[in-house]
């Protein structure tokens, strides 16, 4: 199994509706991340997590809204999509006392029609 | 914000060239790394360096930690076809909230047989 799991791989959605992009990890890192990769832009971070308590705004967080149910699984939701929210979406997580770095996910390519 | 700058964007190369990437920051980091995206999946870590003026070394490839601590270049050599994908090179400054990396947009390669 991958050390770092995101479900659903491909997902096509309607404007308006609200979708979750589930993210869960058998590493034991505290730290967790969503990240946004759109062609040319790289990869931009929607919102990150330092422990269960702890939730973070990334650069780009407005549309979007994280849940962190333990310290295995960190969910991305999308209220309400819009079709600019199209793209490949990426969880990952980091522990800096193991060193540094992160582990991505495979990914997951939403399409918001 | 930091900002990690690579370009171009994209770079075309025959099989068995040698390839060198720069990332250049107008701010220093602590740790640099780089990383590679294949198709369809997420970022993997090819190598990590930690201190200024580090030469490390992963089969084909060398990365270098510039002695600004602004800069780092990563080598390819004898490239081949499973090379292609897309390169990033990543930022750390430190711990705590500081731990958080900075990406670079990524450069995306090309192999051609």
């Known amino acids: 199994d991958a050390d770092v799991t995101q479900t659903p791989r491909n997902r096509i959605t309607k404007t308006g509706k609200r979708i979750m992009l589930e993210c869960s990890q058998t590493k034991g890192h505290d730290r967790m991340y969503w990240y946004r990769q759109d062609p040319g832009l790289g990869l931009q971070l929607i919102y990150y997590?330092?422990?269960?308590?702890?939730?973070n705004k990334g650069e780009i967080s407005d549309g979007y809204s994280v849940s962190r149910q333990a310290q295995a699984k960190f969910s991305l939701s999308l209220e309400s999509a819009i079709p600019n929210q199209t793209a490949l979406y990426f969880c990952?997580?980091?522990?800096?006392?193991?060193?540094?770095?992160?582990?991505f996910g495979s990914g997951t390519r939403l399409t918001v029609v | 914000g930091q900002q990690l700058n690579q370009s171009p964007q994209s770079m075309f190369i025959q099989e068995g060239e040698d390839v060198s990437m720069n990332c250049t920051s107008s701010s220093i980091f602590n740790t640099w790394l780089w990383y590679k995206q294949e198709p369809g999946e997420g970022p993997v870590l090819l190598i990590a360096l930690y201190k200024a003026g580090e030469l490390t070394s992963n089969g084909r490839l060398t990365a270098q930690f510039g002695i600004t601590r602004k800069d780092s270049f990563l080598n390819i050599s004898a490239s081949i076809p499973s090379d292609v994908g897309i390169y990033f090179c990543a930022g750390q400054l430190g711990y705590g909230a500081n731990s958080k990396l900075t990406f670079g947009k990524g450069i995306t390669l090309s192999v051609r047989p």
């Open positions: 990952a997580t980091s522990d800096p006392t193991r060193g540094y770095g992160y582990t």
């Open positions: 997590s330092f422990d269960v308590k702890d939730i």
